[in-house]
């Protein structure tokens, strides 16, 4: 199969608003996804990311970076839409990439994981 450009989802529930436990989390998060997908750093386009507004002590964009420091691909945040009953905590992910596999794993950890109960597989 060819190349093309995909995209591949994830997010994670991270224990506290800290610097320590958003790095962690990202870093994480990010890590699961690449195994998963057998994903490497030279396939990679872009990556965004989107936190509740309870997260305010890092941007995971800058702690992918500085966990990552050879990774050298546009990253972005955004802050999630503040919506009655979220899940708080919450660091969600996208990364386009070109991939010629047939099917992408999107990984949803800790508690996110009942964010995407249809990909059971996927939770850590």
Do not use: K, W
Not at 11 to 37: K, S
Not at 93 to 120: F, P
């Amino acid at each position: 199969m060819e190349q093309r450009v995909v995209a591949i989802r994830g997010a994670i529930q991270v224990t506290a608003d800290t610097q320590a436990a958003i790095r962690e989390g990202t870093e994480r998060l990010f890590y699961a996804i690449c195994m998963a997908n057998t994903l490497l750093e030279e396939e990679i386009i872009s990556i965004m990311f989107s936190l509740t507004p309870d997260l305010r002590s890092l941007n995971p964009a800058t702690a992918l970076r500085e966990g990552y420091p050879s990774l050298q691909v546009p990253l972005f945040c955004t802050q999630e839409a503040l919506i009655e009953g979220m899940l708080e905590r919450t660091i969600r992910v996208i990364i386009h990439c070109y991939s010629s596999r047939e099917e992408v794993q999107h990984i949803y950890l800790e508690g996110a994981a009942n964010l995407r109960r249809d990909l059971s597989s996927n939770y850590s």
